[in-house]
Each structure stands twice: as C-alpha cells, then as structure tokens.
C-alpha cells in the first residue's frame, strides 16, 4: 500500500509535474519524458477525478493515444475514465456524429458491450473502439452492406479488433472479415444440390454467436423468395443446421429481418418479419427450436388467432426482443401503441400496451416507426422523434410489463426534424441513431453533468 502512495515527479516536455504511484502505477524509465506537457496535464487530471469531469472531453482518441507512451494500465485507466455514466433515455443528449471519411451514409450498425461500434458505409467496414476513437476501415468486395454483426472477442481469434460478419441485399453469402488485418475470412453460401439458385441466395438478417459453442444464425433468401436460417459454426464456417425453410411466396412466409437468438429460453430462436404496403403493415414472429428444427410460437398481424382482439388491423411496424429481461416489445404502426409480452407466458394474444399518465407523450403514430430496447428502456423511434419507456416499479417481479411506466421524448423537435430515425443500435452506454437523409452516426448518451447531479442528489424513495 504504501508503494502505491508513494509520491513521485515527472517532467514532462521541460514541465514538472507531482503524483503518486497510485493515479500513474506505471512509472517512465526516466524522469524526463518528451511528450506534450499540455495533453499528460489533461491526461493526469482525468486519471485524479475521472468521475469529477462535467465538460465534453475534446479528442479523446488523441488522449488515449497519448497514454499509450505511458504504459497499457495508463491507457485502459484512461479509457475507462472516458466511458460515459449508466445511459438514461430520459436524461440522454447528443454527444457526438462519427461521420466516415469517404461514404458517410451509413447503411448496417453492430454495436458492442463495451461501447464500441462497427458501421457499414455502402461497401466499408469502419471501427471504433470503446472511447470511440476512430480504429480502421475495410473496403469489402460488397457494394452495399446491409446487415452487419459482429463475432464476441472469445471468438475473434485473439485478434485486437472485431471479427466482421456482413451480409448484402445485393450480393449471395455470408462474408466473415478480420478487420485487424484486413483480411476476407470466408464466405458462406446456402447450398441444396436439388436447387441451385439457392448459392445465389443473400443474407436479410444475422444473430451472432451467445457463447463460444453456440452457432451463429443468418437468414437467407433466394431470389424467387424461398427463406431459411442457417445455422454456422462461426470457427470452421460449416453449416451446421437449417431451420424455418419456406417459400416466401406470401407475407407469413417473407424472409425474416430480424433474428435473436435466446440463451436465456433454452437456446430458442426468434424471428420476424414485416413489410408495408398500400393498406398498412403485415408481418409475423415466430419461436423456433434449432434442435428440433420446429416452431414453439408464432402470430401473424394483421389476423392470426387473435382476429377478434379490438385492435385487429393495427399492425406492429417493428419489432424487439429482451432476453434478460424475458420481453418482446412491438410497436403497431396507426395507433403507434408499444405492447410487451412475456417470453415465458406466451399465447394467441399475450401483448399487454404500456401507458402513462400523459396522453400527449407518445403522439405521431407508428408508420416508420422502429423499436429498440435496452438495459430495461424502451427506446421508440417515430417520425416525430424518439421516444424512451423507462420502468418505475414493478408490483410483481416475475410479471413483464406491469407495474408505472414513463415516458418521455430523448431527442427535441429541431433535432427531429433533421430526419426520422432508420436505424437504432445500442452497446456499453450508449444509443447509436441513424436518421433518414443525415450522413454519419449519432451518438447518444447520458452527459457527466448529469452523473454528479444523481450523486450530489440522490432521489428519495
């Protein structure tokens, strides 16, 4: 203990600095360093009082890079400094734009636990690390990229960055990139030798690997609409299953656009589908089971079993899976109601609608709309904004749904007007936004202000 507190000078560029061995364990191999002493003065007072800081950070890539003179635990210290607080909907404000140097239109989001962010711009995979400080781009052989994962670090074959797993509407396969080295890993292509336009088949959608044994899952469609989810074996890319074929030919049978896999319900696997056409939105949610290769679940909207429920015709626009919390959340595009059901009770018509005290909260209807929850949030996007759900209570910890709800707006009415959100993906804490016809990545979260408020005056109960 008293080796860390022991007290130390640093002259840093011809000034001199005091601290201890605790806030810089790692001490230079001399006493003169020749780096900037302006940007080691921020570094050093980020690494006193990294919970103390209220203001915008400036070039934080630039800190971090810094701190690497310093040694790695300088550097992961200051990364984790520069994390924001718990992200909050309701207290949440823009911190940032990424905006790719060439391609800005970003067109596929894989966000991390960390806070990092994989983007796809028409052909490129860009990186950004958990201070979102820039890391690499790849130009794929893909001209758009149009759903984009990523493989967990226990799978990324040790390599520093993300393992890129992409998919295009417009070209067959399923493409594996390491960004760190810039290499094309391999494809994986629906193949049946009875019919051969299934190779030309493309990704819709892909859920990435939960654990290092379970399978990574990509939904594949044919040109004449015949579906399926393969199951990949993301180490030897073989297939390893297939589940839910079918022939696409009508809107209960469409490929699906979105696939979650379900640790948390036995290894289950959800998908939806849903499309808009001249009378409103139609689509389906199916529960399958990789092992039997059947069906648990499904609805349809509009009809299904629940033809006589008093909202018949108001269809969900999006759809969203909570496998910690056990939740699926819709949002049905005229009433733009939002409806959770719980995973563990399912049934014809399981879907209980939040509300709350403020009619006015959740007005501009749900044509467009998407939703996306997170961390227990709710986060709604509308054509008039973007809408968060936070829990108040909840009478019964094992019901989904009950219990006070709130609502608020996230973002204000200028900053909606710049265009409708299109995309929403969520890692570490933060919210990444896409709006239509605005270039780059917004980056939401909750502001350090905002932290010191909380602790200097903590809510009564």
């Known amino acids: 203990m008293e080796t860390e507190q022991r007290r130390i000078e640093v002259n840093v560029g011809g000034r001199h600095f005091e601290t201890t061995t605790q806030t810089l364990p790692v001490l230079p191999t001399t006493t003169f360093v020749d780096r900037d002493p302006s940007l080691f003065s921020d570094l050093l007072s980020l690494l006193r009082s990294p919970s103390s800081t209220t203001s915008p950070i400036p070039n934080p890539s630039r800190l971090i890079q810094e701190a690497s003179h310093y040694g790695l635990p300088i550097q992961s210290r200051l990364r984790s400094a520069l994390s924001p607080p718990p992200l909050l909907g309701f207290d949440a404000s823009l911190s940032t734009t990424l905006l790719p140097a060439s391609d800005p239109f970003a067109t596929a989001?894989?966000?991390?636990?960390?806070?990092?962010?994989?983007?796809?711009?028409?052909?490129?995979?860009?990186?950004?690390?958990?201070?979102?400080?820039?890391?690499?781009?790849?130009?794929?052989?893909?001209?758009?990229?149009?759903?984009?994962?990523?493989?967990?670090?226990f799978l990324s074959h040790d390599s520093p960055l993300p393992v890129a797993v992409a998919g295009s509407l417009d070209h067959p396969g399923l493409h594996l990139y390491d960004l760190s080295k810039?290499?094309?890993l391999g494809t994986v292509f629906w193949s049946d030798p009875s019919d051969t336009r299934l190779y030309k088949a493309w990704v819709a959608a892909i859920a990435p690997p939960s654990s290092?044994?379970?399978?990574?899952?990509?939904?594949?469609?044919?040109?004449?609409?015949?579906?399926?989810?393969?199951?990949?074996?993301?180490?030897?890319?073989?297939?390893?299953?297939?589940?839910?074929r079918q022939s696409?030919?009508?809107?209960?049978?469409?490929?699906?656009?979105?696939?979650?896999?379900l640790p948390e319900l036995g290894g289950l696997v959800f998908m939806s589908s849903v499309s808009a056409g001249a009378f409103?939105?139609?689509?389906?949610?199916?529960?399958?089971?990789?092992?039997?290769g059947d069906p648990v679940w499904e609805t349809s909207e509009p009809g299904g079993r629940s033809r006589n429920s008093s909202r018949f015709g108001d269809s969900f626009a999006d759809v969203d899976v909570d496998g910690e919390q056990m939740a699926l959340y819709k949002v049905c595009w005229k009433s733009g109601d939002v409806g959770v059901a719980?995973?563990?009770?399912?049934?014809?018509?399981?879907?209980?609608?939040?509300?709350?005290?403020?009619?006015?909260?959740?007005?501009?209807?749900g044509v467009s709309g998407i939703v996306h929850c997170?961390?227990?949030?709710?986060?709604?996007?509308?054509?008039?904004?973007?809408?968060?759900?936070?829990?108040?209570?909840?009478?019964?910890p094992e019901s989904v749904g009950g219990g006070r709800w709130r609502r608020n707006w996230m973002d204000g009415e200028e900053e909606a007007k710049k265009g409708f959100v299109r995309q929403m993906e969520a890692g570490g804490d933060r919210l990444f936004l896409c709006r239509q016809g605005l270039d780059g990545v917004q980056v939401w979260q909750t502001s350090r202000s905002s932290r010191q408020v909380s602790l200097l005056c903590p809510s009564s109960s």
């Not at 995979?125 to 758009?144: F, K």
């Not at 719980?342 to 209807?365: T, V």
């Open 374 to 396: 997170y961390k227990g949030q709710v986060f709604v996007g509308r054509q008039s904004g973007v809408e968060v759900w936070s829990q108040l209570d909840n009478a019964e």
């Open 109 to 153: 989001l894989s966000a991390a636990p960390d806070g990092s962010l994989c983007l796809a711009h028409a052909g490129v995979i860009s990186s950004y690390d958990s201070a979102l400080a820039y890391s690499c781009s790849l130009r794929t052989h893909l001209d758009r990229i149009t759903s984009l994962s990523r493989l967990p670090c």
């Open 342 to 365: 719980d995973l563990r009770k399912l049934s014809d018509d399981p879907w209980i609608y939040l509300s709350d005290s403020d009619a006015a909260a959740g007005a501009g209807g």
């Open 212 to 244: 290092a044994s379970s399978p990574l899952f990509a939904a594949f469609e044919a040109a004449h609409r015949e579906n399926c989810i393969l199951c990949v074996d993301p180490t030897t890319l073989q297939v390893t299953g297939e589940i839910g």
């Open 248 to 261: 696409g030919i009508a809107a209960k049978s469409a490929a699906p656009n979105r696939v979650v896999h």
């Open 182 to 184: 810039g290499a094309h």
């Open 280 to 292: 409103g939105y139609s689509g389906y949610m199916r529960l399958w089971d990789p092992r039997s």
